[in-house]
């Protein structure tokens, strides 16, 4: 086991979250009682799909709908991350998310590279989602923002001649590019600086680390792949307007 969980491991976890939260409230980050409720809403879930995975894998309906849940959670977790105020743009984040992971798992099914067993797709496919989740926010976010603060470099490439979807994407494409660095990051680093769970858990398993070391690999390419994806999604669904805020301008209207 990696970790002794008895109680002192309770204690410590509960001393962190309470560092964490008095870290972001005395720096004025964002309020204590989000980081808070994150910790404590990490503990519920994790602990009731630790339960619910054991039962879920073993019949394929189960298997399936928690694999939906997990995708819908991601999907509503991007959309409002990106589109924090009421309106109905938000569902468009399902394209990039599922467009991201969906074609990579259906081929490591279907070249049998991963076993179509619960225990071994769960975990590849939430890696997966979860990587397309924060590949969407990221560049939404960075895209609405820098198209909302350099709105009148919009205008002037209107003005120049350039369509409305290629003056937006000139403003929007660098900052979205952002979204990518943490995955960059991470595979550059792989080995170096951290030993990613995946590699862990093969370790902790029993497998060699060169199976480890394999299996942990293949997992970074393949999330490359999904985010870079996701990412061209997201970053088009926000010139086109797909996704947007209700206060941000309009595509087309500049100029006018």
Known sequence: ?????????AVLLAVFLGLAAAVVAVARLTSARHTLFAGARATVQLVAVSFLIG????ALPL??????LMYAVAVRTAGRRVVPAPGRSWPWAALP????????????????????????????????????????????????????TRHGEVEAGLALGLTDREARMEVARPAAADALLPGMDQTRTVGLVTLPGAFVG?????????????????????????QAVA?????ELVVLGRLSRPDGPVPGAAGT
């Open 1 to 9: 086991m990696l970790l002794h969980v008895n109680t002192t491991f």
């Open 55 to 58: 039962w879920v894998v073993r």
């Open 63 to 68: 298997l399936l709908c928690f694999l939906l």
């Open 97 to 148: 998310i599922g467009a991201g992971v969906l074609p990579v798992v259906v081929t490591l099914l279907l070249t049998g590279v991963l076993p179509p067993r619960g225990i071994a797709l769960v975990p590849i496919a939430g890696i997966l989602i979860g990587g397309a989740l924060t590949a969407t926010v990221l560049a939404g976010r960075r895209a609405l923002d820098e198209l909302a």
């Open 202 to 226: 093969m370790l902790l398993g029993g497998a060699s680390p060169l199976e480890a070391g394999a299996v942990q690999l293949f997992v970074l390419v393949a999330l490359l792949l999904v």
């Open 231 to 235: 990412t061209a999604l997201t970053l």
